[in-house]
T-cell receptor, first 113, second 114 residues
């Protein structure tokens, strides 16, 4: 059974600090997604990582994918309060057969000023 | 470009009833997926439709069903509702291609079963 594990599940950090969220998965996949969810809201797509070694950056967030280690990271640089949200990683296990995302449990991020 | 829309946004039903939720994908998107989000189980895949055919299915009982129409709009139906079906139901659409496949999520339908 595929498992997608995120850690930490809860992260409280000070503004201006750096931190990394880890996403480990247990099956072969070369397609990994990061989403953000604000309370009571839907999922907002942050990054799609499609190959080994892929690195994408948007603002203070940078995501990377190591398919050999089955690991993706979401790095937060100089956190600001607006980044407070829940972050999910998801692995697509359908690959060429369509879409079927398996999500991690989510990391609740609270940035304190 | 309009996003994914879902109707209704909120529903209250009682046990034993059935419910139909609707999803209109982004124009040009032919893949529509459904997910259930609960505090206990998190986000779980229900099924995916592409060109009116169910292409992938999750591990949910047969009470959960769906369909897709020729204009790519999709509906999901839950029959004989149980208390545990209370959840946020999210629909996602994508263009679906070999090199890029971002799934865009709608605002969700929050279903409460009493």
């Amino acid at each position: 059974e595929l498992k997608v594990e995120q850690n930490p599940l809860f992260l409280s950090m000070q503004e201006g600090k750096n931190y990394t969220i880890y996403c480990n998965y247990s099956t072969t996949s070369d397609r990994l997604y990061w989403y953000r969810q604000d309370p009571g809201k839907s999922l907002e797509s942050l990054f799609v990582l499609l190959s080994n070694g892929a690195v994408k950056q948007e603002g203070r967030l940078m995501a990377s994918l190591d398919t050999k280690a089955r690991l993706s990271t979401l790095h937060i640089t100089a956190a600001v309060h607006d980044l407070s949200a829940t972050y999910f990683c998801a692995v697509d296990i359908a690959r060429e057969y369509g879409n079927k995302l398996v999500f991690g449990a989510g990391t609740i991020l609270r940035v304190k000023s | 470009k309009a996003g994914v829309t879902q109707t209704p946004r909120y529903l209250i039903k009682t046990r034993g009833q059935q419910v139909t939720l609707s999803c209109s994908p982004i124009s040009g998107h032919r893949s529509v997926s459904w997910y259930q989000q609960t505090p206990g189980q998190g986000l779980q895949f229900l099924f995916e439709y592409f060109s009116e055919t169910q292409r992938n299915k999750g591990n949910f009982p047969g009470r959960f069903s769906g369909r897709q129409f020729s204009n790519s709009r999709s509906e999901m139906n839950v029959s004989t509702l149980e208390l545990g079906d209370s959840a946020l139901y999210l629909c996602a659409s994508s263009f679906w291609g070999p090199s890029t496949d971002t799934q865009y999520f709608g605002p969700g339908t929050r279903l409460t079963v009493l």
